[in-house]
Nanobody, 114 residues
């Protein structure tokens, strides 16, 4: 049972990145999924969430209109499209499986800097 994030990197302000989180070992389509982030010296914070079917999504105010969460249940993968990136988006991004037994990935670093 694991979650593996990918797609992080260094990007200039105003740029875009697409994060992926590949799930294995559980029935992916049965669980809501979410993305969190943690910047140096700060607590981990919610970024975006998506229901098991993908019909419902939710976003932190700080990323609304810039980030988009989606999922492909056939590929057991959840995505985070990040546009108009700002330096304050710099953080380690984690995906999380919802439900009674939460599961976290190892994280992927996103750095927004010129």
């Amino acid at each position: 049972v694991q979650l593996v994030e990918s797609g992080g990197g260094l990007v200039q302000p105003g740029g875009s990145l697409r994060l992926s989180c590949a799930a294995s070992g559980f029935t992916f389509s049965s669980y809501p999924m979410s993305w969190y982030r943690q910047a140096p010296g700060k607590e981990r914070e919610f970024v975006a969430g998506i229901s098991s079917t993908g019909w419902r999504t939710d976003y932190a105010d700080s990323v609304k209109g810039r980030f988009s969460i989606s999922r492909d249940n056939a590929k057991n993968t959840v995505y985070l499209q990040m546009d108009s990136l700002k330096p304050e988006d710099t953080a380690v991004y984690f995906c999380k499986k919802g439900g009674t037994r939460p599961l976290w990935g190892q994280g992927t670093q996103v750095t927004v800097s010129s």
